[in-house]
């Protein structure tokens, strides 16, 4: 079954042909990016109108890149929450509008259970049930996922999520957007252990994140430097910031495992690109015995093979959507 699968939730235009939620065939991804460093991060009204100049370009490249017409496409997939609502609407508009025309089946996509799926691609052998960790610039999650289409949130940070926290810091450094790469490759020349930063703990739900606080602190150690004219080393701040991150990230994600009884541990996101997070859950996993699965680096950011991958098994399950269907800034992965 081949699944055309597009998204624009933020700030790229993307495309793909996904053959039973598992073989990628083509693969677009325009990426607005280098415009929106000029700001310093995403503007919403420029990413919509990027979207809506790149949203027919891209399409016809990932059916000629797949070498196929679209009269043999089984359905399309498109990615409809969350994310900003303008670029949303640009990708659900587009593919009703092809649904309508061509008659093929258009299958709604929730975007976050699609960076899951991101590790189908990448793990062939991979299935449900297993624990995950979502973690990106806007979410911050610990999912269990029982099946392809059914999940269960058990953990949620309750401010920034670390993604926005990795950015927030970089750009008080000086880095430019996106600054959560940029950090994480300047901390691999530093000590993690330079700088002492808190770790946020939510008392009354165990699994729960809080990463402003530690978001502050980080910003507050570099500006009370500057105001006494100290110049702090980039590389120790970066190293044990990213340090502290990861910290809370993996000890509230393995603790969720272990009382759930998973052995199989799963990231997606952005943030799972990121090299102490990747090397610390697979040391940590395979202490414990416990199977760990990430996705390629090039499928941490949004992309439309994710989709494509979650659209197959939202199509499975009957979620078929009619010309009524909308965009949402915001619903829960359940």
Known sequence: ??????????????????????????????????????????????????HAEAIVPVVSQALEQAKLSLSEIDAIAVTHAPGLIGALLVGVNFAKGLSL???????????????????????PTLEPP???????????HIVLVEDYTKMKIIGRTRDDAAGEAFDKAARTMGM??????????????????????????VHDAPYDFSFSGLKTAVI????????????????????SFRYAV???????FIKAAEDHNMKKLVIAGGVSANSLLRK??????????????????????????MVGSQGYYEFLSGNIAGADLNAYATMSIE
């Open 176 to 201: 430019p957007y996106p600054g959560g790469i940029e950090l994480d490759k300047v901390a691999e020349g530093g000590d993690p252990l330079a700088f002492k930063l808190p770790r946020p703990v």
């Open 280 to 305: 610390t859950l697979s040391e940590e996993s395979k202490k414990r015995g416990m199977d760990f699965y990430m996705p390629e680096k090039h499928l941490c950011g949004d992309n439309a093979a």
């Open 1 to 50: 079954m081949k699944i055309l699968a597009i998204e624009s939730s933020c700030d790229e235009t993307a495309a793909a042909v996904v053959e039973d939620g598992r073989r990628v065939i083509s693969s677009i991804v325009a990426s607005q990016v280098e415009e929106h460093r000029l700001y310093g991060g995403v503007v919403p009204e420029i990413a919509s109108r990027r």
């Open 246 to 252: 990861v910290d809370c990230l993996s000890t509230n």
């Open 220 to 239: 507050n150690l570099l500006h009370n430097a500057a105001q006494k004219g100290e110049e702090l080393d980039k590389r120790d701040v970066c190293a």
């Open 101 to 123: 025309s061509s008659g093929i089946p258009l299958v709604p996509t929730h975007h976050l259970r699609s960076h899951i799926a991101s590790n189908y691609i990448s793990n």
């Open 130 to 140: 297993f624990m995950c960790l979502v973690a990106s610039g806007g979410h911050s």
